[in-house]
């Protein structure tokens, strides 16, 4: 199902990429309803900014609203793949939309960039995951960069409260085995669903245990839910968020409650606290240069994600042009390979480097540390 909003998400992208003549397709499947909304709903309006041209040759983008549901993220993938014929599959916004999409990709041999989060995307590396990709950090080395962090601030006892999905128990699995090494304990492993309108009950069993700080793994809006909660009933401890809470939405639908959270995240949250010819803050100034020009307004990481997902693809497509030509087997082979030997691509998800054990690509320069402050993401120095 093409996602319809307002008349203004997919109109222009049609109008400026689709062509009969087209030479190259790219199929995108991202949640533009349901839970995940506030993470595809900037994606499919980042359609319209992406290059319309790739090595001279014609892109069209094919776009599809998964509905935040596994199943129909992948009947929207098997039609991509079978019915138009994608050279490409980028997607989907969540982790549990992108895992069964994986099947789809190996069985049609076709590339899948991943736009969700999870670890498990893309390891271990198999016969399956070795067409998988993402451009969101993996949560081991976001996980990793800021319990080392916690670990430096004196913290002994952490409280932990998730989603209860792929998101949020992929964290809890990194937390819980990193946290000893640190000298840190884990109080609590309390999880919610996206689409609860509370987790007050999650907050008062955390508080309970008197943990010194509380870890919440969740993304967009539904992250404020429990720290809101924690706030209300007067929790005063530190409080730190994943990645996945970057975007003015958290900060307009938390206010005063979000205040003073801490999380790893990546460049193009914090791109104007780096110096003007940072190559990071190049990449996020291109982002939102071309974004701009078609939707009036500034875009988000979420958003980012898919701009990054196109750049890998826009990086990797000249070379596969050298060895076959878009619509076969062999280009599509040609783009997997050519995606893993990308090499020090500055993205605003991090500085990207694939490899053959590696379809992630980052190491911890890609990690910077965040505070909520005064209403803004700031770079904590």
Do not use: C
Not at 75 to 96: E, K, W, Y
Not at 157 to 173: A, M, P, Q, W
């Amino acid at each position: 199902m093409k996602l319809a909003m307002a008349g203004l998400i997919f109109a222009s992208a049609v109008l400026a990429a689709s062509s009969a003549h087209a030479d190259i397709k790219v199929g995108v499947v991202v949640s533009g309803s349901g839970p995940g909304s506030a993470l595809g709903q900037p994606q499919m309006r980042a359609i319209a900014a992406l290059p319309k041209e790739i090595g001279g040759e014609k892109v069209t983008y094919i776009a599809l609203d998964d509905e935040s549901d596994p199943t129909k993220g992948t009947q929207n993938a098997r039609r991509l793949v079978i019915q138009d014929g994608v050279d490409i599959l980028i997607g989907s916004s969540l982790t549990p939309v992108t895992m069964p999409m994986l099947d789809v990709a190996y069985e049609a041999k076709t590339p899948i960039i991943s736009l969700a989060a999870a670890t498990a995307i893309v390891q271990p590396i198999d016969d399956k995951r070795r067409w998988a990709f993402k451009v969101v950090p993996n949560d081991d080395l976001m996980a990793s960069a800021i319990l080392k962090y916690i670990a430096k601030s004196g913290i002994k006892t952490l409280g932990y409260i998730g989603v209860s999905d792929g998101y949020g128990e992929g964290y809890y699995k990194e937390v819980s085995k990193l946290a000893p090494g640190l000298g840190i304990t884990v109080t609590t492993h309390e999880v919610y669903a996206r689409a609860d309108t509370s987790a007050m009950g999650q907050a008062l069993k955390v508080i309970a245990t008197n943990p010194e700080a509380v870890f919440i793994a969740s993304a967009g809006t539904p992250a404020v839910l429990p720290q809101e909660a924690l706030r209300e009933r007067g929790y005063q401890g530190k409080i730190f968020q994943t990645h996945g809470i970057a975007s003015e939405e958290f900060i307009k639908l938390g206010g005063a409650n979000v205040e003073g959270a801490i999380f790893t995240g990546e460049a193009f949250t914090i791109a104007d606290d780096l110096a003007e010819n940072d190559p990071f803050r190049q990449a996020r100034d291109e982002l939102v240069s071309a974004y701009e020009k078609v939707n009036g307004a500034k875009p988000n990481i979420f958003a980012a994600h898919l701009w990054d997902a196109v750049t890998l693809f826009r990086r990797a497509v000249p070379n596969a042009l050298k060895v076959a030509k878009p619509g076969t087997a062999e280009f599509r082979a040609a783009l997997r390979d050519e995606l893993e030997r990308g090499k020090d691509i500055y993205l605003n998800n991090g500085l990207s480097t694939m490899s053959p054990t590696d379809h992630n690509g980052y190491d911890e320069r890609s990690a910077f540390l965040i505070k909520v402050e005064k209403g803004k993401f700031r770079l904590l120095k």
